[in-house]
């Protein structure tokens, strides 16, 4: 079984993740979008993936957070190649794919802590997938890398 201490990292690392991820797109639907209804289910899914964590019994932000230790990750800093011609909707659907990726992640950790935060998160990602899926559709979001 993976190490707790490591195990934690991956959760704290996926958490920030997610919620960052949320709130980069939050921000877009509330002041590009001008989405009230978007703003809100996001915000709700980013107080959601939190609130999680607060309610299990074996795991606490606090663990968290004694598990994070940015001085020794090597690839915090990893370069990623700038895109040209990239857009608002551009920035919106990367975040929106980091979102599931982490919730995805979060998922699959506390199968091993929490089968029924596990569930929670689950259900966050396809709430998440629900939002994507209307905001391409409403607003006509189409990436011009993808």
Do not use: P, W
Not at 26 to 39: C, P
Not at 43 to 53: C, M, P, Q
């Amino acid at each position: 079984m993976l190490h707790k201490k490591k195990l934690l990292q991956i959760i704290d690392a996926n958490l920030n993740r997610a919620r960052e991820g949320l709130r980069v797109c939050e921000d877009i639907a509330r002041f590009s979008l001008e989405n009230k209804s978007v703003t809100k289910s996001l915000k709700i899914i980013r107080h959601r993936a939190t609130d999680l964590v607060l309610k299990s019994k074996k795991i606490s932000l606090v663990k968290l957070l004694s598990g994070r230790d940015t001085c020794r990750d090597k690839t915090k800093f990893i370069d990623f190649q700038k895109e040209e011609n990239i857009g608002i909707s551009d920035i919106f659907m990367a975040n929106i794919e980091r979102v599931k990726e982490s919730l995805r992640v979060l998922e699959e950790c506390f199968k091993l802590i929490d089968e029924k935060i596990s569930r929670g998160y689950r259900k966050l990602r396809f709430n998440t997938y629900d939002i994507e899926k209307s905001v391409v559709k409403k607003a006509g979001l189409i990436s011009c890398n993808r």
